[in-house]
């Protein structure tokens, strides 16, 4: 799981695993992306963006595209969710256009549109109610261990 920043980076482990096999990872059942709008860096970077892009990427087209999870997503993903904030303009077409992607490969992936700001998206889960009954949902449904557990928390 990751949030911002932190899910762009768990997105790149989750569309492309072999990395982090390569490192030493052992396989994870699953992944929450929580409000990333970076799944596509070479349309964000060929488009007017902010400037905290050009300080973590550069100028480099090549680099924009080995650090999209668009673009180096393989049929060999990690099923995951994707949390987008309704908003924030750019968080739910992205995360949309990714999972799309995703299911074109036959990858397990969906969105949940939350009513919340950024920050929230992060801060709310777990609390009580259906934006945290709803990722629990995803959770469970990859493998009944964790539908126990989570049953029984």
């Not at 970076?38 to 050009?54: C, G, P, Q, S, W």
């Not at 929230?120 to 126990?148: H, P």
Request: with cysteine; net charge negative.
């Amino acid at each position: 799981m990751g949030h911002s920043a932190g899910a762009h980076l768990v997105a790149l482990l989750t569309a492309s695993p072999d990395m982090a096999f390569k490192l030493g990872a052992k396989p994870w059942l699953g992944t929450i992306l929580l409000d990333s709008a970076a799944f596509d860096m070479v349309r964000i970077m060929e488009a007017k963006h902010a400037h905290l892009y050009d300080v973590a990427f550069g100028k480099d087209p090549a680099y924009w595209r080995a650090a999209s999870p668009l673009h180096i997503l393989s049929e060999t993903a990690i099923p995951f969710l994707a949390v987008c904030s309704t908003r924030h303009a750019d968080s739910c077409p992205w995360a949309a256009e990714f999972i799309t992607e995703a299911e074109s490969l036959k990858v397990y992936a969906s969105v949940l549109q939350q009513d919340l700001s950024h920050g929230d998206i992060n801060q709310q889960l777990w609390l009580e109610g259906s934006y945290t009954n709803a990722v629990e949902s995803f959770m469970g449904g990859l493998d009944e261990s964790v539908m126990r557990r989570l049953t029984n928390y």
